[in-house]
């Protein structure tokens, strides 16, 4: 197996992430990525699609590396807007799992006054481990 969701006995199991994941084999380190194109242009304003735009790229990251979404091992969300995040949780939850699948290592999310793109409203940070 070339990854293992590690659950704390006793612990509620978490929705839409883990709470641990142990992994072996080629590390690929995905740069904080923001919901705009491989042009660097922003199609929308809009949350959600920001989200999907975001998600795709890391997509795109991983696979010029030979990873695949499963091999994902860690994420870490920075947003603007919690609410936003908050409010719309069943849209990015089917945006997720479309573009990574149900898929759902450990994961963080974090409220930040800004993001270094001015229209930026999501950047995401991701960690993943290929088998041998």
Known sequence: MMHEIIQPEGWA???GYSNGISARGRI???GGQIGW???CEFHSDDFVEQVR???LNIVSVLS???AKPEHLIQMTWYFTDREAYKTRMKEIGAVYREIIGRHFP???AVQVVALM???AKIEIQALAVVPD
Request: aromatic letters at 0%.
């Open 117 to 119: 793109e001015d229209r």
């Open 28 to 30: 690929v380190q995905v």
């Open 13 to 15: 199991k978490p929705i």
């Open 64 to 66: 010029a590396a030979d």
């Open 53 to 55: 735009q975001t998600l």
């Open 106 to 108: 450990p994961m963080a």
């Open 37 to 39: 194109d491989e042009q």
